[in-house]
């Protein structure tokens, strides 16, 4: 995840550069549930409104979080599925809360209604976030419901209301791209307080829409209005938080903003984003399913590390036994093609490597999705890409996934 609005306020109020740190443990994405009320265009984990068989019990959650914690883990992001449809949903983040970990709430928005919202917000959530993906019928169109959106917008403007630190999450397609400047004023005008602008992923129903996914130029232009938008309103002193997430070339494109706008601080903040880091799935962002699998993040569920019912989660993590988990702890890590002749591979640490995988069977194959030039990136003239799949090898790769 990139924090926009934090890179940009290094440079409009230029500070000296701090030590980097490294965190304890790992930001742990939690699929407590995969049912949900929805069946979403894009859906990672393929939910669907129906009973999955064999979802941890409340005391085998209780038991994770007391390894989790003890493990160095400090961030808890509850997610499913719809969250809200496990009954036991408030019990575990109370006593997550209760512990010391900071707990967001992962939610389509649906469910948050006049009777629960109270007890969301005694709870104690740090955050809750609601997707959106678009405005009105293109978000009911996603998300395979009609009234979806109109009920989404109630929930966010009730945790709102509740003093709950809300969100908007918004993954871009090129069916929705064009509803991007509304979702933006709708940001600002409902006073919410973080937009998450996430690129697709290749997984679950996401990976069988991948044909859909933004263009590069598409991209190029959400960026320019999410970095001018940032810039603009932090320029007028409004404090609201934008981070991208699921393409860490956005690090490099940032950085190639800056020098556009303000050259003198583009070395510090190059040296930021070094820290930063780009993606750090398998190293600084994990995944527990909703039946205790491990994966290296919400997108590799084709991986799996380990089970905690089986073997605990701070064994499972720190383990390289497996040759992705080896090669996405390694710095720089192991990638190819055009990603292993950048020259911002510091920064961006080989962008997202499940899409690589999803089109070429190859974890460290280049990332379609980077939308900068070989010039942006530094490759040398004359660089030749490998060759296309053929229609054989397609089908090959896409039969194992």
Excluded at 6 to 17: E, F, I, M, N, R
Excluded at 221 to 236: E, F, I, N, P, V
Excluded at 310 to 323: K, V
């Amino acid at each position: 995840m990139l924090r926009l609005s934090h890179y940009l306020h290094t440079l409009l109020h230029p500070q000296p550069l701090a030590p980097a740190r490294s965190p304890a443990g790992p930001v742990v994405i939690w699929n407590l549930i995969r049912r949900c009320n929805l069946t979403c265009q894009h859906c990672y984990a393929t939910s669907a409104d129906k009973d999955f068989a064999g979802e941890l019990s409340t005391g085998e959650v209780f038991a994770v979080l007391d390894d989790l914690y003890a493990f160095g883990v400090r961030v808890l992001i509850l997610s499913g599925g719809e969250p809200l449809l496990r009954p036991d949903i408030f019990t575990i983040a109370r006593r997550a809360r209760d512990m010391g970990f900071y707990i967001g709430l992962s939610s389509n928005g649906t469910l948050i209604d006049a009777a629960n919202v109270g007890r969301i917000a005694d709870t104690g959530f740090d955050y809750v976030g609601v997707s959106l993906d678009g405005i009105g019928a293109s978000h009911d169109r996603f998300r395979r419901l009609e009234g979806a959106y109109q009920r989404s917008l109630q929930g966010i403007r009730l945790a709102r209301d509740a003093g709950i630190k809300v969100g908007v999450r918004y993954t871009m397609t090129e069916d929705n791209a064009l509803d991007l400047p509304a979702l933006l004023q709708l940001v600002a005008d409902e006073g919410i307080h973080k937009f998450y602008f996430s690129h697709l992923n290749y997984a679950g129903r996401g990976n069988k829409h991948r044909d859909c996914d933004a263009q590069h130029a598409r991209t190029r232009w959400a960026m320019d209005l999410l970095l001018d938008t940032c810039q603009r309103q932090l320029l007028a002193g409004d404090a609201r938080d934008f981070v991208t997430g699921n393409n860490d070339a956005d690090g490099v494109y940032l950085l190639q903003w800056a020098a556009r706008h303000y050259p003198a601080e583009v070395a510090t903040l190059r040296q930021r984003l070094q820290q930063w880091g780009g993606n750090a799935s398998g190293v600084n962002v994990a995944n527990i399913d909703n039946v205790g699998n491990v994966h290296p993040d919400t997108m590799w569920w084709q991986v799996t590390l380990g089970n905690v019912r089986e073997r605990p989660f701070s064994a499972i993590w720190p383990d390289t036994s497996h040759p992705l988990m080896a090669g996405l702890k390694q710095r720089p890590r192991p990638v190819t093609g055009r990603c292993a002749a950048c020259s911002h591979l510091d920064i961006c640490n080989g962008n997202t490597r499940v899409r690589a995988w999803q089109l070429c069977g190859d974890y460290w194959a280049a990332d379609p999705a980077c939308y900068l030039s070989d010039a942006e990136i530094g490759v040398a003239a004359g660089y030749v890409p490998p060759p296309p799949l053929t229609p054989w090898q397609r089908v090959a790769v896409e039969g194992r996934t």
